[in-house]
């Protein structure tokens, strides 16, 4: 897992990243094609797979700590 930097929407309770920042490029968010949480001690982890138009990746928020991860293989 890395860190990265995400611009989302919080609306309504609900969680949807719009695009994020990985390795200097830009990824725009075209479509959340899945979503589920998981729990990490108190924090409350939102994952999310999301497609950019070509690729798909599994991103994360941490509630408690307020990060945003990238699945990495």
Do not use: Q
Not at 1 to 30: L, Q
Not at 39 to 50: E, L
């Amino acid at each position: 897992m890395c860190r990265i930097k995400v611009a989302a929407v919080f609306e309504n309770g609900v969680i949807s990243p719009v695009k994020f920042r990985h390795a200097g490029r830009d990824y725009k968010v075209d479509k959340i094609t899945y979503r589920w949480t998981t729990r990490n001690g108190a924090s409350k982890i939102y994952h999310f797979a999301v497609y950019d138009g070509a690729n798909t990746f599994e991103i994360s928020f941490d509630d408690k700590n307020t990060l945003w991860e990238l699945k990495t293989e």
